[in-house]
């Protein structure tokens, strides 16, 4: 490959001075005087071999082979603005910080595995997790301390952007000792007369919960209450009850505990981003937002095939 034996000074000076026609005017644009713009194009058109422009005492004039190399000018100019704009780009990727709100389900089954693939490809970008409950979810994001969140409620927001993701179910959470822990599914009619665990009117998912129930002939009594779901599960491994919970909640591989659908209705919960319209993300939380984008499950028939998994073997 031959030697390139002009500097980037001189190709930009024969670009303005041909887009002006004007050394004068080239020459203000580029805060040089005329005679020093002049001698860069001289040394440009040396290192080519050919005269690129025709000058006169009125204006500047591009040579045949001027018009042609003027676009080749443009092109390298461009490639090389983009190429540094990308080394910029990355620079700030590999040194960023991350804020994400989410909720507790999500912060505990979900998260883990998919920040540690991230880790691997970003290393060097840090991650702040608030995980809270619903309403501190959507909070957390309007005043501007998560970049984005994770949950199933703010899309009633004006200011706020829901973008859905997948769809949960609504599952019975049991010892896997329990006489109903071998079933393909449970009715919500069934929970009357059995002890439930039930999280607070301060969690998200009451309010759906309430809501199912209330068409119910007999309704259930909560005879428990936790503010989160992780406590709700302690209590039920404990034997106290049973517990309504989204099928997020509960690992599949749970040594003491399972879940079951429960159906008549079925109940679904739509997760979510939630990102305030006015913020731009940063390019480390933009690429933590695709990669999370590119790894959540894609489809309710994904989430239905995890269900399964989430049963005792011999339910299947």
Known sequence: MQRIKFDMGELIAFVVTAEKASFRHAADALFLSPPALSRRVERLEAAVGARLLERTTRHVELTAIGQEFLQEARAALASLEEAIQRVNDQQKLRRGRVSIACIPSVAINLLPNLLAKFAVQQPDVQVHVIDESAPQVLDAVLKGDAD??????????????????????????????????????????????QRLVSVSHKSGNRLLLDQVMAELPHQPVA?????????????????????????LALRPDHPNLCAIPLTEPDLWRTLGFLQR???????????????????????????????????PAKAR
């Open 148 to 193: 984005f969140g994770i949950s199933f409620t703010g899309s009633q927001e004006s200011s706020m952007r829901f973008e859905a993701l997948t769809r949960e179910r609504y599952m019975l959470a049991m010892p896997r000792s329990h006489p109903w822990a071998s079933r393909p599914h449970i009715h919500w009619a069934e929970l009357s007369g």
């Open 277 to 311: 319209r006015d913020r731009v993300l940063g390019p480390s939380a933009q690429a933590f937002r695709t990669h999370l984008q590119q790894e959540l499950l894609p489809t309710p028939e994904a989430v239905s095939m995890a269900h399964e998994r989430t049963a």
């Open 223 to 247: 005879w428990y209450e936790c503010n989160h779901v992780a406590g709700a599960l302690a209590l039920v491994e404990a034997g106290l009850g049973l517990s309504a919970i989204p099928h």
